[in-house]
């Protein structure tokens, strides 16, 4: 069950989706170009593992959603960051800094 | 919610679907085919499937709807079988039915909390038997205790009154209490309409009447309020109405009119002496306790001032055996926050009894239901296997048995809820015995958390076992078609468990039943058949002489009906009454230190040994010259000359007591009094018309009557009454046998409830039996068809079926007897000279139960003894 995994990557999914959608409201195919986009040989992200993660965030109120008509004239679900995602977004980019650092400085000390 | 769901549902389809197609046109857009092109974007998209399921996790979590999506399937699998249905709501109707029944009645007799202010804050005040019993005060201990006790802040005394009142020119005997004045402020209740009685009402001619007597005479008339009514021949006012809901002090009690304690010797036409007498304990008392206060340090309290109280009391009193016994004696403070302990006391035994023997009963519907569902399963096997074989887990498939078990669990705690509605008002009906008892049954949060509770654990009990075994089973063999034999053991266990446990109930059941069998046949030294009694009630009291007068007068009225064989009057008759102990000092007899020196005492009119039947074995009978004046005389038992004279003559010796010489005329057989169980006294009859001063209500009159019923006499007695005296009414009529009855209420309660519970255990075994031995039988029947065809006889194959019985029933039989002789011990006090593990109750359930059970295979026996070998054999 996916929400029983919380993995590295997982987490860094979370991420990576507050990160995009704190720029602009956008919606999940948006979403999936973009991380493709930026990291296209780094992470292999299946585009379907998108939405459940988004859905979960918008569950805990990190994020907003609401339907809109899209760049191609259709309807479609359009996510935005809260105050609340905000806030996560931050911690968890300080999160991220500090365990990179540590990795970094580890393996530094290694060689 | 069923509709937030849809739009949910085609949200993530859309959603979904926004991307795919974008992704698609980003290919198609780059020249791909259209066809290759969606290909494509579902590949990269992953499994939408899979995706759409953990989209929806998200949302509801998976249990949830899993948990939906079980109970769904199983209320359509049990549509379709409509028969198991109603054969396992029904089993588990009657268990948890009975189980809700007798916990509402616990609930109604100790734990409802009174409807006062604060109930928690009230305690009883009570002195303390050697067994714990609490029991009544005197007066001056009430008072001591009132004005002494630092821990409370008010307390009350209170007798209940029986009187008959007339309203309206209708004359009604109605229950009342008497209380002192904090009654009211102690309980902390506002009335319905006027005011309650408090300080300054001490003796006032004034009245308070319950809600439920306003409603009934007045219609909830605010004009009752100053209305006067006459209770014997006291007029009194009504100053105001409790509050709805408020009956009494003690759970099942009604009392519908409220007066203050000094005023009952005027309604009732009595001293005032028992305002200063230590020993006329007839009060209850409560108190309210100071805020931050324990029952516990309230109730050391209560010990420190009993103390120094009975040791300077109790050592006026002259006898040293009964000076002994007081001494002994304890008081202590009780949480009454569910009012006064009278039922709890007289109840709780047989209560907590039942409880155990429906918790059994609710084991066996439990057990019953198990096999029901595992022999469902075996039938289902290929559609387990199926599901199994499309990848369901052990836990999916348990759980689709708990989801089964659950909806039949509501089902059946919804059918058992109205069911025990039914039976608790019935067993009201039978504790009340003719009597009222206003006890409220009506379901509360304690009864629904209760039947929740059980239901839970039936259902849990009933679907675990055919749940965990499903998880056994093997995907291959059972798509094939062949048997395995793993469910069969269960079910065997379950039959054996079903055996085990109606073989515990029986016995309980012949155990209950004997002992009712052993006190109706109790050498009572009575002949009770044939004989009509009443008693009287009064509005005026008389002088002592003519109370002497109506007294004879209500006999030789009696003894003038027609077929009327003796007529007697008596302060106690035999069994249903118990006499009055009095310290004597007998001529020629020495009482060593430590003996009980108080015989029992009668007082009775002439002829009364012709009605009870009881032999006069020397002398003479009472006559009409033993008269207020004549010498004093008596007639003692055969205890009592055994007793005290061993082989002396006991005639013409004298026995002193209270101050009169009363010299022996006659010896008389021994008779029981005070309830069949008690044991014979050391009697002593002295005759009515001697004994002035007391009043012809205190006596029961009785008559023997040849032939027919002796309640014929109701009717003439009722006209005769009043002749003798305009105040006199003829109160509680019936025949002796009935009598009886009332006093042996517990008893015939545990033997029919018993006995019906036995009975149901039985067929429910029997139910058990037959339903596993016609499956084997079903299943052995290609075997059955080699042995006829290798000669068996139809006898050999019944003979064979049997014996699978037996292998059911004596291990069920052994396991049964176990768990009773570990059970029937707590009952020991509610029998009578039968042990827990009377060997013949033992036997009794045993033979009832096997032959039930034996009834029950012989019906497949026989189908198995009647296959055609031919037809057997072609079978498969």
Redesign the interface.
């Known amino acids: 069950?996916?929400?029983d995994k919380s993995d590295l990557l997982q987490g860094t999914l979370d991420m990576l989706v507050l990160k995009i959608v704190a720029l602009e409201p956008v919606?999940?195919?948006g979403i999936?170009q973009r991380i493709q986009q930026i990291s296209r040989e780094v992470l292999q992200v299946?585009?379907?593992?998108l939405?459940?993660a988004l859905?979960?965030l918008e569950?805990r109120g990190w994020l907003r959603a609401d339907?809109r008509e899209?760049e191609?004239g259709?309807?479609?679900?359009f996510y935005s960051l809260t105050r609340l995602g905000r806030t996560q977004l931050e911690a968890e980019t300080a999160n991220w800094d500090r365990l990179a650092g540590a990795v970094a400085l580890i393996l530094k000390t290694v060689e | 919610m069923f509709f937030r769901e849809k739009r949910l549902e085609r949200?993530?389809q859309?959603?979904?679907q926004?991307?795919l197609?974008?992704?698609a046109?980003s290919y198609i857009a780059q020249g791909m085919d259209p066809a290759e092109a969606h290909r494509r974007a579902r590949l990269?998209?992953?499994?939408?499937t899979?995706?759409q399921e953990?989209?929806r996790?998200?949302?509801s979590p998976?249990w949830l709807a899993d948990l939906r999506q079980d109970l769904i399937y199983a209320a359509r699998t049990l549509r379709r079988s409509p028969g198991f249905l109603a054969c396992a709501v029904l089993t588990l109707a009657l268990g948890i039915g009975a189980n809700t029944a007798i916990f509402s009645l616990i609930d109604a007799v100790m734990l409802q909390p009174l409807p006062v202010r604060d109930p928690s804050g009230l305690i009883q005040i009570a002195r303390l038997s050697k067994t714990g019993d609490s029991r009544a005060v005197s007066y001056p201990l009430f008072e001591y205790f009132r004005d002494r006790l630092s821990s409370i802040s008010g307390a009350f005394a209170e007798m209940s009154i029986v009187n008959t009142i007339t309203l309206g020119g209708v004359e009604e005997n109605v229950y009342g209490d008497a209380v002192t004045s904090q009654y009211y402020s102690v309980l902390g209740l506002t009335p319905a309409a006027g005011r309650l009685l408090g300080p300054g009402d001490e003796t006032a001619p004034v009245a308070v009447i319950s809600y439920a007597f306003w409603q009934r005479r007045f219609g909830l008339d605010p004009a009752a309020v100053g209305k006067t009514f006459v209770a014997d021949r006291t007029v009194l006012t009504i100053v105001g109405v409790e509050p709805p809901g408020f009956s009494s002090i003690a759970h099942g009690r009604t009392s519908d009119f409220t007066v203050p304690l000094f005023m009952t010797e005027q309604i009732n036409g009595g001293s005032s002496e028992w305002r200063q007498h230590w020993d006329m304990n007839f009060l209850a008392m409560m108190a309210r306790l100071k805020p931050g206060v324990t029952v516990d340090r309230a109730s050391a309290e209560v010990y420190a001032l009993f103390v120094p109280w009975r040791n300077s009391t109790y050592a006026a009193i002259q006898s040293a055996f009964t000076r002994n016994l007081f001494l002994k004696e304890q008081a202590a403070a009780l949480p009454a926050a569910a009012g006064l302990n009278g039922l709890r006391y007289e109840f709780f035994e047989p209560l907590a009894v039942l409880m155990c023997i429906v918790a059994l009963v609710l084991l066996l519907a439990c057990a019953n239901l198990s096999g029901l569902l595992l022999a469902r399963a075996a039938s289902r096997q290929r559609e387990i296997s199926i599901r199994r074989a499309l990848g369901a887990g052990n836990g999916r498939l348990t759980r689709q048995y708990l989801a089964e078990s659950l909806l039949l669990a509501v089902c059946g705690a919804a059918v058992g809820f109205a069911l025990a509605q039914w039976f608790s008002r019935a067993l009201i009906a039978m504790m009340a015995n003719g009597d009222q008892l206003d006890l409220s049954v009506s379901p509360d949060w304690r009864i629904l958390a209760f039947t929740g509770a059980i239901s839970l654990i039936a259902c849990i009990l009933a679907g675990l076992a055919p749940g965990l075994n499903a998880g056994k089973g093997n995907v291959n063999p059972a798509l094939k078609q062949v048997r395995s034999g793993g469910h069969r053991r269960l079910g065997r266990a379950l039959v054996v468990a079903q055996l085990g446990i109606s073989m515990t109930l029986l016995i309980g059941a012949s155990l209950f039943i004997r002992t009712l069998v052993k006190l109706y046949n109790v050498d009572t030294g009575i002949r009770t058949e044939g004989v009509f009694l009443f008693n009287l009630s009064t509005k005026t009291p008389f002088a002592p002489a003519r109370a002497l007068e109506i007294e004879s007068a209500i006999v030789g009225r009696l003894q003038s009906m027609p077929g009327v064989v003796a007529g007697s009057a008596a302060a106690m008759p035999p069994i249903a009454g118990g006499l009055w102990d009095q310290r004597v000092q007998i001529e020629g007899y020495v009482i060593h230190p430590g003996e009980d020196d108080t015989v029992a005492f009668n007082a009775i009119a002439p002829k009364y040994f012709g009605v009870t039947g009881t032999p006069l074995l020397l002398g003479r009978d009472f006559n009409e010259r033993d008269v207020a004046g004549s010498p004093p005389v008596a007639i003692v038992s055969q205890l009592f000359v055994r007793s005290f004279f061993g082989g002396q003559p006991p005639l013409g010796r004298h026995v002193t007591s209270a101050n009169v010489r009363y010299e022996i005329v006659g010896v008389a057989g021994d008779a029981k009094y005070g309830g069949l169980r008690a044991p014979m006294s050391k009697t002593m009859y002295i005759p009515m018309l001697q004994r002035v001063g007391a009043r012809p209500t205190g006596y029961t009159y009785f008559a023997r009557v040849a032939g027919g019923d002796p309640m014929r006499l109701a009717p003439l007695m009722e006209r005769a009454v009043p002749e003798v005296d305009p105040a006199l009414r003829m109160r509680t009529p019936q025949t002796y046998a009935d009598a009886i009855d009332q006093s042996t209420l517990n008893e015939r309660m545990m033997a029919t409830l018993g006995g019906f519970f036995g009975l149901l255990a039985l067929i429910v075994a029997s139910l058990g039996i037959f339903g596993i031995m016609a499956f084997q039988v079903s299943r052995r029947i290609n075997e059955l068809g080699v042995r006829m065809a290798l000669g068996a006889t139809r006898g050999n194959i019944v003979i064979l079926v049997l014996r699978e019985v037996a292998m059911l029933l004596i291990p069920g039989c052994l396991a049964g007897c176990m768990a009773a002789v570990c059970l029937t011990r707590f009952a020991k006090s509610m029998l009578f000279e039968v042990t827990p593990t009377d060997p013949a109750a033992f036997s009794l359930a045993a033979v009832a139960l096997a032959v039930a059970t034996l009834a029950a295979g012989f019906l497949p026996a026989l189908r198995a003894s009647r296959t055609d070998p031919m037809t057997a054999l072609r079978h498969e």
């Open positions: 069950m996916a929400s919606h999940g195919y999936a299946q585009q379907g593992s939405y459940p859905h979960r569950k339907w899209s191609t259709r309807e479609a679900k | 949200q993530l859309s959603e979904v926004y991307h197609d974008r992704t046109q990269e998209f992953g499994g939408a899979q995706i953990d989209l996790d998200v949302h998976r």
